[in-house]
């Protein structure tokens, strides 16, 4: 016997697009109250919440949801087309919607992809490459359901897995006296004008660094990208600091210039596939994760920076 009707199955749907009680219900002509308790004895029949409500900010679909919409919505289209016999109906692959830091993209994206296709062969794999409050902003909507990043600016809404440790590096030109060192502190870096990534939740953590050992260097460029950043530290216009490290020593116009690694351990960051915990009931996310790192399967529960 089925419990729950076509009309109940539309309801949840108009909601989940329409982002609110108010706006479902003026497209789907009935009362607001109405709405709210059909909902809610679908809510009641599934025994899960399809939807996180918060005062003031637009109703967003738990983890669930996503999973229970999709079939929600083929049931629809189903019923829709049931006086056409000839129809046919394919299941759609399940979907990876995969955000990755945009320093961080051009050294991990393509080879996740590529592990991610070898061990999941019918998952339909969607990236995006975006800064940190985009991929943040979207995971706690739901539009991502896994992100490459560091771990930064990450609330408790997130589970993350540690992918590597890494250590940042500072960028000089090839006659600069800092090309002879193989490692340099951030107090040696603080007596020198720097170069810094624009982006504010970067900006931030770097100078949040140099605050700890009471340090306050000058910034002489804040830059959009790695590359700017390397293309004028090789020309001398500062020391350029990132914890991007490409291989090449030279510049994108061929200018020669030194990485030397940061030495400070409170220095050192981590990279972590971050998701929303609750996806993990409509992917196999630990498993994706196992697949992207086999080392990557224990939780990161530092607190986030």
Known sequence: MLYLTLRQYEYVVAVAKAGSMSAAADILNISQPALSVAVAAVETRLGKALFIRRKGAPIRPTGFAF?????????????????????????????????????????????????????????????????????AAQLAEGALDLAITYDLGLDAQFTRHTLASVAPSAFVAA???????????????????????????????????????????????????????????????????????????????????????????????????????????VLPLPQIIAALHPDASKRCDTPPQ
């Not at 929600?72 to 109906?89: I, K, M």
């Not at 995969?98 to 998952?123: E, I, N, T, Y």
């Not at 170069?195 to 959009?224: D, K, N, Y």
């Not at 030397?260 to 050192?268: E, L, M, N």
Request: proline share 6%.
């Open 67 to 135: 999973g229970f919409l999709a079939e929600a919505e083929t049931l629809l289209a189903h019923a829709a087309q049931l006086e056409n016999p000839t129809s046919e109906f394919k299941t759609a692959p399940q979907r990876l919607r995969l955000g990755c830091f945009s320093d961080l993209a051009p050294l991990w994206l393509a080879p996740s992809l590529k592990k991610l296709r070898g061990a999941f062969v019918a998952m339909d794999l969607v990236p995006l490459v975006a800064d940190f409050e985009t991929l």
């Open 175 to 281: 006659d600069d006296p800092l090309a002879q060192k193989s490692q340099v502190t951030l107090k040696e870096l603080a007596a020198r004008e720097l170069i810094l990534f624009e982006e504010g939740l970067s900006m931030r953590h770097m100078f949040g660094l140099f605050a700890q050992q009471g340090l306050r260097p000058a910034v002489t460029h804040r830059v959009a990208s790695l590359e700017v950043m390397r293309s004028f530290a090789a020309h001398g216009e500062g020391v350029g600091i990132s914890y991007s490290a490409p291989l090449s020593d030279r510049s994108y116009d061929g200018k020669p210039l030194k990485r030397i690694a940061v030495s400070d351990p409170a220095a050192r960051e981590n990279i972590v596939a971050v998701y929303r915990a609750d996806m993990a009931e």
